[in-house]
């Protein structure tokens, strides 16, 4: 990526941690670029908080050396994500992406905001609920922002681990979907059960629980007296994923209710 077109050699930012640090080349060609690289060596060092206020004082007081100061947003989310702070590192990072829409590193920038989104999904520490079960806020806002990048730059070099985290927030989606679903069946409230499983179905046809969310969705129409539309996802779940092991429920119950339609 250029970063600063031909003066860096390199500067692996991706990801979640710096794993290579900056190498200019030749020297600095003004004051503002000299004060540029002395934040981003900063940054480098681990000192987050104080190359952020370094970054802030080159914008400053070089306004109009439009290539550093443009760069120092840059940075700055940059220091917000390897400091941990993910929530102000993507809100900077999207900022940057509207700020300047043509610049090289945008697509860089996208995904470190979606990266982010991802970074801040609840963990699953055995003491706690399995995330699919608490605040799906931040697994949402990663969805909708890897979903984008991933459309939007399906060739970029961070797309293949874009693809692993979204594959990643989908299952975990779909895995609260059904939650969602199974406490409302357990409830008897079952039309909340066929809205979310239609819907789960619908958007997550990929996902390891989907068979299953097939069978539930059908208990759920035959609780309500609709054997046709329990048929009819019966027969999609047999269509779509022959070789689960719902399928076979699913193909025991047609064959033993042949009237209906």
């Known amino acids: 990526m250029k970063r600063i077109g031909i003066l860096l050699l390199a500067l692996a930012l991706s990801g979640c941690g710096t794993t290579q640090k900056t190498v200019f080349k030749g020297e600095p060609n003004s004051e503002a670029e000299a004060a540029y ?4 060596q900063t ?15 080159i914008k400053l007081k070089y306004p109009y050396a439009t290539r550093w100061a443009t760069l120092c947003d840059l940075r700055i989310a940059d220091a917000y994500r390897e400091s941990g702070d993910y929530a102000q590192a993507a809100v900077t990072y999207q900022a940057f992406v509207r700020t300047y829409p043509a610049h090289a590193d945008v697509a860089y920038a996208t995904y470190q905001a979606a990266n982010c989104y991802y970074e801040l999904m609840p963990s699953n520490f055995f003491i706690l609920p399995d995330p699919w079960q608490r605040d799906r806020k931040s697994t949402t806002q990663a969805e909708t922002a890897l979903g984008s990048f991933l459309r939007r730059y399906p060739d970029d070099p961070n797309a293949p681990k874009a693809r692993e985290q979204f594959a990643e927030v989908q299952r975990r989606l779909a895995n609260h979907e059904l939650y969602v679903a199974e406490y409302n069946f357990k409830n008897e409230a079952y039309q909340g059960a066929i809205n979310r499983l239609t819907g789960l179905v619908e958007k997550y046809p990929d996902a390891e629980v989907t068979p299953k969310a097939h069978i539930l969705l059908a208990h759920s129409y035959l609780k309500l007296k609709d054997p046709i539309s329990a048929k009819k996802v019966l027969s999609q779940l047999t269509e779509k994923y022959p070789d689960s092991d719902y399928a076979t429920d699913a193909r025991n119950w047609i064959s033993q209710n042949p009237d209906v339609p």
């Open 37 to 40: 690289r002395s934040a981003v």
């Open 43 to 57: 940054l480098e060092s681990g000192s987050y908080e104080d190359s952020i206020k370094d970054f802030h004082a």
